[in-house]
């Protein structure tokens, strides 16, 4: 079974200033890993995925996420907050073995970006 | 293109009515899944339908029920709606065949239940 944890539902960060949007997985087989942006009133947007490969992945609008399989781990970063990035954040795990891609989400962060 | 399109945008039902809710996958796409969105939480995941088949379910009763068109279009229905029920239904569309592909969302139904 596939489960996320993200810590923090609310985070707060200064215009320019570093975004780390934390997201811990707990999955049975070996996960892919997904982080989607919610802007109010709209839906979900691929912000970048893990399946293969290089572990350090770059997504849009800046962010990237780094897959950390002895810390079951898959945290966002952006070096530079924006006002647009401005928004609700959700980490998001499916089962390698799922054609499907069935996605099970965690609680999701909203991020605040104070100019 | 026009990505995947669900209508209706709103909905205001009362306890114990039933509702339909429908969505059009991205073009290419045979895959349909909905979730459910409650307030302040990730989206939970109802139905996937494939060929017209529900091919995986979640978590819910079976007063949620669904159906795909040969188009690949889907719809969602909800019956004797609780006030539980209340919450933004998002439909997911993708191709089946590979793991770890890229679900397109659409911009989700607000369901209210008074």
């Known amino acids: 079974a596939q489960s996320v944890t993200q810590l923090g539902s609310h985070v707060s960060v200064s215009e320019g200033a570093l975004v780390l949007l934390r997201c811990n997985y707990s999955s049975s087989v070996p996960p892919y890993l997904f982080w989607y942006v919610q802007y109010p009133n709209q839906g979900l947007q691929l912000l970048l995925k893990?399946?293969?490969?290089?572990?350090l992945v770059k997504g849009i609008n800046g962010f990237e996420a780094e897959f950390k399989k002895s810390e079951t781990s898959f945290h966002l970063t952006k070096p530079s907050a924006h006002m647009s990035d401005a928004a609700e954040y959700f980490c998001?795990?499916?089962?390698?073995?799922?054609?499907?891609?069935?996605?099970?989400f965690g609680t999701g962060t909203s991020l605040t970006v104070i100019p | 293109d026009a990505g995947v399109t669900q209508s209706p945008t709103h909905l205001i039902k009362t306890r114990g009515q039933q509702v339909t809710l429908r969505c059009s996958p991205k073009s290419g796409h045979d895959t349909v899944s909905w979730y459910q969105q409650a307030l302040g939480q990730g989206p939970q995941f109802i139905f996937q339908?494939?060929?017209?088949?529900?091919?995986q379910r979640g978590n819910f009763p079976d007063r949620f029920s669904g159906h795909q068109f040969p188009n690949y279009s889907s719809e969602l229905n909800v019956n004797a709606l609780l006030l539980g029920d209340s919450a933004l239904y998002l439909c997911a569309s993708s191709f089946l065949g590979t793991s770890g592909g890229e679900a397109f969302f659409g911009q989700g139904t607000r369901l209210t239940v008074v």
């Open positions: 893990y399946t293969t490969g290089a572990t």
């Open positions: 998001a795990v499916s089962d390698r073995e799922d054609t499907g891609n069935q996605f099970y």
């Open positions: 339908y494939y060929e017209e088949e529900e091919r």
